[in-house]
């Protein structure tokens, strides 16, 4: 244990039951912030590496009193199963590539709740934890509302390492269906850009009305686009992939297109056993046992299991 490797440092474990909200994680993160005693609050996930000087570079924009945020860069690394060679390929190419582009060219704050350090002031000053405990996207929330009263959120040039060894294929979609849930549920008519950004799928779609030699050739030529590309940006992120497994980077981004269509069809998701309506702003309410709606849901798993 931690703790016990280093007595002489100010260390304190937490347990204790909290159900206060309808998120689980913000729900373990009320106990930790009600015994928490200093001026910044980090929060790191607990499949999350980081160098040795992580929190020195992390700290360091916060020198500016303008800055309430600053989240981190995720890489992933690990992969010895097909859904997390799927989760790193994603995480390597779609969430850095549209991190980077929102921070840098649009100006928008994009915060990923795995390393997020805020001053305890700021989170006070938007309601604290209290505020998102019913949230599904709680670090999207926090990030937009410390930037509603006008303090900066910033994105690290300091990478982070999110671990993703032994994923099945089923956890990999059950995630990525629940995020794209969470995109639709926030960004509305903006979702679509999604699809449009994904240049496999839509050059895949035209081969559903007419398969030819050049709707075949046209979907190859992209697909091999879109490898050579993850390729260099795996390459300039210092990516410790095995080149090879981009080859399977289409086949990820297929995936992926056919996922983004679920959420157009269901507003549910199930999180440790429990299901929540998906509201706006990403707003969870628990799902009705009873009653006609119910047994939608229920048509949608049965038909779930049969193609897991």
Known sequence: MIKDRYPEKDISII???CDTGLNPKVNNLIPAYRASKYEYVLISDSNVMVDKDYL????KPMRDPDVGLVTN??????????????????LNSFIIGSMCLLDRFLKMPC????????RKSDLEAIGGFMEVKDVLAEDYVIGKR??????????SNHAIR????????KKFLNRHTRWGKLRWRLGGIRYISELIGNPVIMSCLPILFETSGITAFFALLVSLIKVIGDL??????????NPLIYLLSPIKDIIIGFVWFVPIFSNTVVWRDNRYIIGKDSMLSPCPETG??????????VIKARFA
């Open 15 to 17: 347990v204790e039951r």
């Open 56 to 59: 020195r570079e992390i700290v």
């Open 73 to 90: 860069i995720i890489k992933g690394v690990g992969g010895n199963s097909i859904g997390s060679i799927f989760e790193n390929l994603h």
């Open 111 to 118: 915060v990923i709740g795995k390393s997020m350090l805020m």
């Open 146 to 155: 410390i930037h509603k009263i006008g303090k900066r959120v910033m994105l």
């Open 162 to 169: 999110n671990m993703n060894v032994y994923w099945g294929i």
């Open 232 to 241: 260099y940006l795996g390459k300039i992120t210092n990516s410790d992939s």
């Open 292 to 301: 006609i709606w119910s047994w939608s849901y229920r048509i949608v798993d």
